[in-house]
């Protein structure tokens, strides 16, 4: 094992998810990621506390987005409005990762503990994005029901990027699902 080598994040999340689809994530031990990837279990939790942030690391990331295109949103924008522009611009985050996306989708979908932590961290992305609105002046119920509509539109976009082929871009799919959104609540 070499002493140092870049990426090592990449490495384990990709070490993951080969072994999660290999042997299925509860057959699968943090050691056995870092040994695929590797590194020693020691730098596996340097970088995660466990074997299921793996497949969550970049939660934190994609919340960031999520927050800050939405604070820099104008002002004057209706709430939904605002959270259309915020998703548009969160594809990019998503950007020339649809197979790790799929790979990673299927792993989580395979297992109850893993769909129960993705609830959990799109709640939690949901009351950011709801506070974000309330610091731009939204009131409730309107602050968390726009970001509860805009976390089901991303849900149902990248439910359906995950599932095609890849030939149509994120934003697309989430364009799609605001459509469908907006289509529902004028009732027609």
Do not use: C
């Not at 998503?94 to 932590?117: G, K, M, P, S, Y």
């Not at 697309?172 to 605001?178: C, T």
């Amino acid at each position: 094992m070499g002493r140092w080598e870049p990426n090592a994040r990449g490495r384990l999340e990709q070490a993951a998810l080969d072994l999660y689809r290999e042997r299925g994530f509860e057959q699968t031990t943090a050691a056995q990621i870092a040994e695929r990837a590797g590194l020693t279990e020691r730098t596996f939790f340097r970088h995660y506390a466990d074997k299921r942030e793996v497949l969550f690391g970049g939660s934190q990331a994609l919340e960031q987005v999520f927050v800050d295109t939405l604070a820099g949103t104008p002002e004057a924008a209706a709430p939904i409005d605002a959270m259309a522009a915020t998703l548009e611009a969160v594809a990019a985050f998503f950007l020339d990762r649809h197979e790790f996306a799929r790979q990673r989708q299927a792993v989580i979908t395979a297992n109850a503990e893993l769909r129960e932590r993705e609830l959990v961290k799109l709640a939690s992305l949901s009351a950011a994005l709801a506070a974000t609105l309330r610091r731009r002046g939204v009131e409730d119920p309107a602050a968390s029901l726009a970001a509860e509509a805009g976390i089901a539109v991303f849900k149902v976009g990248f439910e359906r990027w995950v599932g095609d082929d890849g030939a149509r871009s994120l934003a697309d799919h989430l364009r799609e699902a605001l459509g469908e959104l907006k289509l529902v609540t004028a009732g027609a």
